[in-house]
């Protein structure tokens, strides 16, 4: 008879994936003192098989039981992993994989070429007005009176704003009162004067008169004669007196009166932002009560009615540039539209203009005039425009890439493919471009040079 436990104890606990199968007697009827401890793994085929065998035919057939559990159980083990000893030969076995061959890149070749090139400079600027300036107040205050805002159209000798100036008009009132009485006392001497030059004058025709009257009389005795003479000479001086002119206080008076005016007018005229063109106000940084240095920028006037291209660039920009250069203008905003234009100014030393100290010869940009008005080609201030300036041109020039040449240590060289041959040559190049370089010796037509 054969039974199947898995009975546990404190001492002892089977595994529960172990089957023991106890032979206690064959088919004689003899007893058999020995039992079989069978573990598979619990997922094998053979292992559930012969669970569900022992399940059904245990009772059945003993004899017959046990070869067919043997029989199971040895082809499950058939079906296990192979042990190590077994992996390891079979490892040796297999056949490496190869490392496959590193693939050599091959380097691009060049044709010497016969053409032409251009040598251009390419540069960004922006679309700005000709008469642009800065405005600020050349004395320090506080913020009276803000009479235009920003983007407002202005004209010539308008106010903008203006400081707190309640005393300095007080003041002009009392100087132009000043200078009002200074010049009425002297019109009223001059009217004075020139009455009294008058009467003085008509005194002395009339004693010359009656000189002259008493020479002719021979009744008159000589001291009536020599009386009228004296009065003669007395009118006489009567009217080289007069002929000095007016009291000179008088007229230092009016001076004086006249340059308190002037100065009181010309501290109101620093303390005030004036428009010193037509135009518009591209900013303006002021608020009523807000305090102010002098000279500092607070507002941008522009004429936008005249436009021009405005760039800065750099040094080495401008040393190939000079004024009266052909520019051709592309507008960013409209890649289609080619524009053409002159350049106009170069900033000092690179241009015409001078050292000086004023707003236009202080401007380090670049300025450019367009051939097209902005009504025709419609751009704006502001744009963004692309200028490209041609500034040599060649034709039938041999010509490689720039990356077909080389550089070590000062020395520029291509390497020339001769068949399987290779060699290096020194050349002499001109027009250097982005795309194209000009080879003015070393190299000839045809020839293939190896890149880099």
């Given at each position: 008879?054969?039974?199947?436990?898995n009975?546990?104890?404190?001492?002892?606990?089977?595994?529960?994936?172990?089957?023991?199968l106890?032979?206690?007697?064959?088919?004689?009827?003899?007893?058999?003192?020995?039992?079989?401890?069978?573990?598979?793994?619990?997922?094998s085929?053979?292992?559930?098989?012969?669970k569900?065998?022992?399940?059904?035919?245990l009772?059945?057939?003993?004899?017959?039981?046990?070869?067919?559990?043997l029989?199971f159980?040895?082809?499950?083990?058939?079906?296990?992993?192979?042990n190590?000893?077994?992996?390891?030969?079979?490892?040796?076995d297999?056949?490496?994989?190869p490392?496959?061959?590193?693939?050599?890149?091959?380097?691009?070749?060049?044709?010497?070429?016969?053409?032409?090139i251009?040598?251009?400079?390419?540069?960004?600027?922006?679309?700005?007005?000709?008469?642009?300036?800065?405005?600020?107040?050349?004395?320090?205050?506080?913020?009276?009176a803000l009479?235009?805002?920003?983007?407002?159209?202005?004209?010539?000798?308008?106010?903008?704003a203006?400081?707190?100036?309640?005393?300095?008009?007080?003041?002009?009132?009392?100087a132009?009162?000043?200078?009002?009485?200074a010049?009425?006392r002297?019109?009223?001497?001059?009217?004075?004067?020139?009455?009294?030059?008058?009467?003085?004058?008509?005194?002395?025709d009339?004693?010359q008169?009656?000189?002259?009257?008493?020479?002719?009389?021979?009744?008159?005795?000589?001291?009536?004669?020599?009386?009228?003479?004296?009065?003669?000479?007395?009118?006489?001086?009567?009217?080289?007196?007069?002929?000095n002119?007016?009291d000179q206080?008088?007229e230092?008076?009016?001076?004086r009166?006249?340059?308190?005016?002037?100065?009181?007018e010309k501290?109101?005229?620093d303390?005030?932002?004036?428009?010193?063109?037509?135009?518009?106000?591209?900013?303006?940084?002021?608020l009523?009560?807000?305090?102010?240095?002098?000279?500092?920028?607070?507002a941008?006037?522009?004429?936008v009615?005249?436009l021009?291209?405005?760039?800065?660039l750099?040094?080495?920009?401008?040393?190939?540039?000079?004024?009266?250069m052909?520019?051709?203008?592309?507008?960013?905003?409209r890649?289609?539209?080619?524009?053409?234009g002159?350049?106009?100014?170069?900033p000092f030393?690179?241009?015409?203009?001078s050292?000086?100290?004023?707003?236009?010869?202080?401007?380090?940009?670049?300025?450019?005039?367009?051939?097209?008005?902005?009504?025709?080609?419609?751009?704006?201030?502001?744009?963004?425009?692309?200028?490209?300036?041609?500034?040599?041109?060649?034709?039938?020039?041999l010509?490689?890439p720039?990356?077909?040449?080389?550089?070590?240590?000062?020395?520029?060289?291509?390497?020339v493919?001769?068949?399987?041959?290779?060699?290096?040559?020194?050349?002499?190049?001109?027009?250097?471009?982005?795309?194209?370089v000009?080879?003015?010796?070393?190299?000839?037509?045809?020839?293939?040079?190896?890149?880099q």
């Open positions: 008879m054969i039974k199947s436990h009975r546990r104890s404190p001492a002892h606990r089977v595994p529960p994936n172990i089957l023991h106890h032979l206690l007697g064959d088919s004689s009827g003899k007893s058999l003192s020995k039992s079989l401890s069978i573990t598979p793994q619990k997922s085929v053979p292992f559930l098989l012969l569900m065998w022992y399940g059904t035919f009772g059945k057939h003993k004899l017959l039981g046990i070869t067919l559990a029989t159980f040895i082809s499950g083990c058939a079906l296990l992993p192979a190590r000893t077994q992996q390891i030969a079979t490892d040796e297999a056949t490496p994989t490392i496959p061959t590193r693939i050599v890149a091959r380097k691009p070749t060049y044709t010497v070429k016969l053409g032409e251009i040598d251009e400079l390419t540069f960004s600027g922006r679309i700005a007005a000709v008469d642009q300036k800065d405005l600020f107040f050349r004395t320090s205050g506080r913020v009276r009479f235009f805002e920003r983007n407002d159209v202005v004209k010539a000798g308008d106010i903008i203006e400081l707190e100036i309640d005393n300095l008009e007080r003041e002009l009132i009392s132009n009162l000043d200078l009002e009485r010049e009425v002297l019109e009223t001497a001059l009217r004075d004067l020139g009455y009294e030059q008058e009467t003085a004058q008509a005194n002395l009339i004693a008169l009656q000189l002259s009257l008493l020479r002719r009389q021979t009744s008159a005795s000589p001291e009536d004669i020599a009386i009228q003479e004296r009065r003669t000479d007395m009118a006489q001086i009567s009217v080289d007196r007069l002929s002119g007016i206080l008088l230092n008076d009016v001076a009166a006249k340059l308190e005016v002037a100065k009181l501290a109101i005229t303390a005030r932002i004036t428009a010193p063109f037509d135009g518009q106000l591209k900013s303006v940084s002021l009523a009560g807000q305090a102010v240095e002098a000279y500092d920028n607070v941008v006037i522009a004429d009615e005249s021009e291209i405005s760039a800065d750099l040094s080495n920009q401008m040393d190939n540039l000079e004024e009266g052909i520019t051709s203008v592309t507008l960013v905003s890649p289609g539209l080619l524009l053409e002159t350049v106009r100014r170069l030393p690179y241009g015409g203009s050292a000086g100290s004023t707003v236009e010869d202080l401007d380090k940009s670049t300025r450019i005039t367009l051939d097209q008005s902005a009504a025709e080609a419609g751009y704006e201030e502001g744009d963004l425009v692309r200028i490209i300036v041609e500034l040599e041109r060649k034709n039938d020039v010509w490689l720039p990356q077909a040449l080389r550089n070590f240590d000062g020395r520029r060289f291509a390497v493919q001769d068949g399987d041959a290779q060699s290096r040559v020194d050349v002499t190049v001109g027009i250097q471009t982005t795309e194209k000009e080879i003015e010796e070393g190299l000839e037509e045809g020839q293939i040079v190896i890149g």
